[in-house]
């Protein structure tokens, strides 16, 4: 039996391009100190490289080196943010009343269809989504560029530790990120020195993978997707809207906050599928 989620309050979505990249990722920085639990998603064009198909399950070995693959040759369209505290709460802003939850969608401005790999299928989803992908490379800010400002805002390294992450089967969104933070660089030959570097550049803040904390704790979620976690959580969410980046950021933050409040093992450091 599905819990009963309370209405969502009013969300405001805020869009982060280049125009104003400066301004809205100095407000992330001032609201993370009070809102220290970070939680990311990230749309691409697809998966266009696999592991290999043996008939059997593929080992996290294969898998980490199809996501490499991936993450190497495919720009990341968007990353959601949604920053909250220890309870689950938002920031909120003041546009018009009532007042509004808000988080943030970031625009990139890297990927071009007629250049890049990518699954045409994929695209189509993104496009139907409300994603222009002629107004992006038009409007939107670098990954590169994204990635210099998240660090600069991020705490200095003998605070870091006081930032919690956290995603939805994570394993593509920590890929994308660790890109954002190395400058584009190919992601490490290993899976064991990615996860080394993803927690060196984020300074050793705590990783979490909701996906992975709930499959492990309910047999009812295993393979379970965002969605339909949340409605079986009673996670609120909102109506009529297009799931890209922004709203799934915050629909996982709102998993991992009923995770937290439930009990459940955190076990951290962990990614779904690559171990």
């Known amino acids: 039996m599905h819990a009963a989620a309370a209405p969502a309050p009013p969300l405001w979505l805020r869009t982060m391009t280049a125009a104003n990249l400066d301004s809205e990722m100095g ?23 696999h592991p290999p198909y043996t008939g059997s399950r593929p080992t996290p070995d294969e898998i980490y080196a199809a996501l490499k693959s991936n993450v190497d040759e495919v720009p990341a369209v968007q990353i959601g ?19 509004q939850e808000i988080a943030w969608e ?5 990927f071009d269809a007629g250049r890049d790999p990518h699954v045409v299928d994929s695209v189509e989803f993104l496009k139907n989504q409300g994603i222009d992908f002629d107004l992006a490379r038009q409007i939107g800010v670098t990954s590169t560029a994204f990635g210099e400002k998240l660090l600069a805002i991020l705490p200095p390294p003998s605070r870091r530790g006081e930032l919690t992450w956290s995603a939805f089967g994570g394993a593509y969104d920590m890929g994308y990120l660790l890109k954002m933070l190395t400058g584009g660089q190919p992601l490490p030959e290993t899976r064991q020195q990615f996860m080394q570097l993803v927690k060196s550049r984020l300074g050793g803040g705590r990783i ?14 295993r393979n379970a997707g965002l ?49």
């Open 81 to 99: 943010i949604t920053l909250s505290d220890a309870e689950g709460n938002l920031p909120t802003r003041s546009s018009s009343s009532p007042e």
């Open 106 to 110: 970031v625009v990139f401005s890297d």
């Open 227 to 275: 969605r339909h976690t949340a409605d079986v959580l009673g996670v609120r969410q909102q109506e009529g809207v297009k799931m890209l980046a922004g709203h799934k950021s915050v629909v996982a933050a709102a998993i991992f906050a009923t995770i937290r409040s439930q009990g459940v093992h955190l076990l951290h450091g962990v990614i779904d599928g690559i171990l």
């Open 27 to 49: 407000l992330i920085g001032e609201m993370m100190v009070q809102y220290p639990y970070v939680t990311i998603d990230v749309e691409f064009a697809g998966v266009v490289h």
């Open 208 to 221: 979490f993978d909701s996906k992975y904390l709930v499959e492990h704790d309910r047999q009812d979620l």
